[in-house]
């Protein structure tokens, strides 16, 4: 176990040093890409509810992303993680404006704050159809280095519980988080498809 961990903790310091190298411009444009690609995609078009993650400077930018999902009428879902555990909650957005408007944690997130009730909870009504997956890095399996907190894993075993079953994950990768194995232990979710920008990739 401590092995796996040193493993995670030295591949997550690589990863963060290869995306710290990109400039803004092209964080940008592997972010305008990865969205236009999501926007074709089966899952995106078909479903109805789907949680997106507010993004840090080292993830993918997913603003076009929620932009488009208002304007197609989706039900828009956010994380508010608990910073003194690993539970997370995917609470409705209602608008760009809402967006702009929450409140910042002290990881520098936007979230909806604690003592905020009028949010519907994704899991408590109709649960998700898709989930996009933020991480630091991830292999072409869906195995995926997240920042050690366990918030996505913990919520998508919840997820699994759900009525409705467990969502369908997509990945919204920089080619800079893409790693040829990720170590894992049985705690770890696989996510169901990793998008980047690559050529050879089927949109």
């Known amino acids: 176990m401590a092995a796996l961990r040193a493993a995670k903790q030295a591949l997550r310091r690589e990863i963060k040093r290869k995306v710290s190298a990109l400039s803004d411009e ?14 074709r995609h089966p899952r995106y078009v ?3 509810r789907i949680a997106v993650f507010l993004s840090m400077r080292d993830e993918v930018h997913t603003e076009e992303i929620i932009r ?19 539970h997370m909650d995917m609470l409705q957005l209602k608008s760009l404006q809402d967006m702009q408007e929450l409140p910042l944690t002290t990881w520098n997130i936007q979230q909806p704050a604690d003592d905020d009730c009028s949010r519907q909870e994704a899991l408590s009504s109709g649960g998700l159809d898709l989930i996009l997956m933020p991480g630091l890095g991830f292999d072409r399996s ?7 907190k366990g918030f996505y894993d913990s919520y998508l075993e919840r997820c699994s519980r759900h009525p409705g079953g467990k969502p369908y994950t997509i990945a919204l990768a920089f080619k800079e988080q893409l790693c040829e194995e990720i170590p894992v232990d049985d ?4 996510i169901d498809e990793v998008l980047y920008e690559d050529e050879q990739q089927q949109p």
């Not at 488009?68 to 690993?86: A, T």
């Not at 869906?142 to 050690?148: A, C, F, K, V, Y």
């Open 68 to 86: 488009d999902v208002f304007n197609k009428g989706k039900s828009c879902f956010i994380p508010r993680y608990h910073s003194n555990s690993s």
């Open 46 to 48: 078909s479903c109805k």
């Open 142 to 148: 869906g195995r995926r280095l997240g920042r050690g």
């Open 26 to 39: 092209e964080k940008l444009r592997q972010s305008a890409n990865l969205s236009q690609k999501l926007f």
């Open 187 to 190: 705690k770890d979710v696989l």
